[in-house]
């Protein structure tokens, strides 16, 4: 899982898996669903995060696996 924070554009991309949206689905305002082709969710787009979400705090908890960070 990667989340991408495009600052220019005010937008918050969760990659839930490395798999291509074949389908999308905007669930409300702002806020898209991508599906692969088997209709398993694959990704979350959400305009105007900084409205959103909280941007400034990120707490992973119990996680299996490996965590990572990128620089910006």
Do not use: C, K
């Amino acid at each position: 899982m990667r989340l991408h924070y495009f600052p220019e554009t005010d937008s918050l991309y969760i990659d839930l898996a490395e798999r291509p949206s074949t389908d999308s689905h905007e669930v409300v305002d702002g806020v898209v669903l991508d599906y692969d082709a088997q209709g398993r969710l694959v990704g979350i787009d959400i305009d105007e995060a900084s409205t959103r979400v909280e941007l400034g705090r990120l707490i992973l908890t119990n996680l299996p696996g490996t965590i990572e960070t990128a620089a910006a």
